[in-house]
């Protein structure tokens, strides 16, 4: 068994912290207080990585959570073709960070690519907690 919750957003830089407070919501109503933060930073990196290199002018992104007895996954998809990888920025670069916090941050982490567009991923040990919504 196991819980699954998405949402759609616009590409609008607002939806960086709807996308955050969509998290946090499922999150909080899932028991999993635990995980709160680390998937909140992880939302805001790859949110912000689907409208600055992913979502084409007048499409969505979409935010999901699942939770399975062992793992939470968080997943961002987007219909752009960027092929997302981790970057090794200088110290004083003002970008290029986001896919090494996550990478540092979650269990696991990678990228399923489609025909079109590709999904980032950014999977989390789940705490014990019953699977009830």
């Known amino acids: 068994m196991y819980l699954s919750e998405q949402r759609h957003f616009p590409r609008r830089r607002t939806s960086v912290g709807a996308s955050r407070d969509f998290v946090t919501g499922v999150l909080v109503v899932w028991g999993l ?12 990196e790859l949110a912000t990585n689907a409208l600055l290199h992913g979502v084409p002018p007048g499409r969505e992104f979409c935010v ?27 110290a004083d670069a003002c970008s290029g960070r986001g896919l090494h916090l996550v990478s540092g941050v979650a269990d696991d982490f990678g990228v399923d ?8 991923w950014a999977a989390f040990k789940s705490p014990a907690a019953p699977l009830t919504p």
């Open 113 to 120: 690519h489609h025909i079109v567009g590709k999904t980032v």
């Open 64 to 90: 999901g959570l699942q939770r399975g007895t062992e793992l939470v996954r968080l997943t961002v998809r987007d219909s752009g073709p960027g092929r997302p990888t981790v970057q090794s920025p200088d």
């Open 33 to 44: 207080h635990p995980l709160v933060e680390d998937i909140r930073l992880c939302v805001s």
